[in-house]
């Protein structure tokens, strides 16, 4: 299970680290690219955080290259999957399923604000009887010299331990190599 600290190190540390094909921005606007991330995430991660086969599937069927170049450094070493979904030049974003069921999406560029307001809707927006969503990080953090807006929370079913951290990691720098990175992984109630 991840700790919701070591989780948000991770994060962090992967935003600021992560090679990502190409080094242009892209020539859609950051509110553009940061659509296609959320949609991306709804589609994959959101919607099948308990089904990575269905992630698989998806990635399959939309023909996402998969294992590019770039997979390894994207996987730091852990068993995975990496898919490109980029639009050429114009936008560069990833869909990464590890092997433990962690899934993620990574946009190259991507406007903070719409990143932050689509995974808070989406979160906010569970509402079934039974389940529990617990905002657990709200933080903004400067990482050498990079300013970072970490959100994540908690889905579980009501009164238990384990469950779902769902987490939102962004940045409007241009020293960021990855300005959005959003995660679903099994974790504890912190």
Request: with cysteine.
């Amino acid at each position: 299970m991840t700790k919701l600290p070591c989780m948000a190190a991770i994060l962090a540390a992967a935003l600021l680290t992560q090679p990502v094909q190409g080094q242009s921005g892209g020539s859609l606007s950051p509110e553009a690219q940061a659509n296609l991330v959320t949609r991306l995430w709804t589609d994959t991660c959101a919607a099948h955080f308990s089904g990575p086969a269905q992630i698989r599937s998806f990635a399959a069927s939309r023909l996402f290259q998969k294992n590019p170049p770039y997979a390894q450094d994207l996987l730091k070493g852990q068993a995975g999957t990496v898919w490109d979904v980029s639009l050429g030049p114009h936008a560069q974003n990833s869909l990464v399923l590890f092997d433990d069921g962690k899934c993620q999406v990574l946009g190259r560029r991507a406007k903070s604000m719409v990143i932050n307001e689509v995974f808070e809707k989406v979160l906010q927006g569970i509402n079934a009887p039974g389940l529990s969503v617990q905002k657990i990080v709200d933080k903004e953090i400067d990482l050498k010299g990079v300013k970072l807006r970490q959100l994540a929370y908690f889905v579980s079913r009501t009164n238990a331990d384990q469950g779902w951290v769902f987490a939102s990691t962004t940045s409007d720098s241009d020293k960021a190599s990855i300005q959005a990175t959003l995660t679903t992984a099994r974790g504890s109630k912190p």
